[in-house]
């Protein structure tokens, strides 16, 4: 079946600019995670959703970023007034109801350069 | 605080032969779930293996096996009979519920 998917694969944009990344999990996994990975780093977590649900957003770096995922599949990660800071690969990550034991399955990533 | 440790910046292994990437780990929390991903150069990560808290014996899957020593907080990776194909990065990671992964071990495989 289809893996999680995430578009677009590269962005580059300008400091100051928003931007939107879309995530799309295997179907019927009704958890979805975002990750921030930069150069050399393993990935850091940024906010999790269980269904439509953000279950927890403690690992957004502050209120430049958002997510939701309005029907509990597809979800888009928003960062307002990028920094070249922002510039890492975001990851996104789905596994089937969310708890400890469940495997995340990994997307592709998208890679954000800030200029 | 919850904490993944990979304490071996790069691996190198010939063919053929078996290497272990390390992995320590802390929490307090007695139940939690320990994965190793793999990421080549093309960035997906891929997931390898996992084994619960409360499992009694070690997960396999294949080439690879998670040693699992609880007390110690070490849950390494064994890959046996190394192939060129598994030069790549590689995390570990512990789930509370989001996952946790330590900065990486890069193997390099040689012919």
């Known amino acids: 079946g289809a893996g999680v998917s995430q578009t677009p694969s590269n962005k580059v944009t300008e400091k100051g600019k928003y931007v939107e990344l879309r995530c799309d999990p295997i179907?019927?996994?009704?958890?979805l995670y975002w990750y921030r990975q930069s150069l050399g780093q393993g990935p850091e977590f940024l906010i999790y959703f269980q269904g439509t649900g953000a279950a927890d957003d403690s690992g957004l770096p502050n209120d430049r970023f958002f997510a939701v995922r309005p029907e509990g599949s597809v979800s888009t990660l928003k960062i307002q007034r990028t920094e070249r800071g922002d510039s890492a690969v975001y990851l996104c990550?789905?596994?089937?109801?969310?708890?400890?034991?469940?495997?995340?399955?990994f997307g592709p990533g998208t890679r954000l350069t800030v200029l | 605080a919850q904490k993944i440790t990979q304490t071996q910046p790069g691996m190198f292994v010939q063919e053929k032969e078996a290497v272990t990437l390390d992995c320590t780990y802390d929490t307090s929390d007695p139940s939690y779930g320990l994965f190793w991903y793999k990421q080549p150069s093309s960035g997906e990560m891929i997931f390898l293996i996992y084994?619960?808290?409360?499992?009694?014996q070690n997960a396999t899957e294949g080439r690879y096996s998670l040693n699992f020593q609880k007390a110690r907080k070490s849950a390494n990776l064994v890959i046996s009979a190394s192939q060129l194909g598994d030069s790549a990065m590689y995390f570990c990671?512990?789930?509370?519920?989001?996952?946790?992964f330590g900065k990486g071990t890069t193997l390099s495989v040689s012919s």
């Open positions: 084994q619960g808290s409360y499992d009694q």
């Open positions: 179907s019927g996994h009704t958890a």
């Open positions: 990671a512990m789930s509370l519920r989001a996952l946790i």
């Open positions: 990550a789905s596994s089937p109801g969310g708890g400890r034991t469940d495997t995340q399955y």
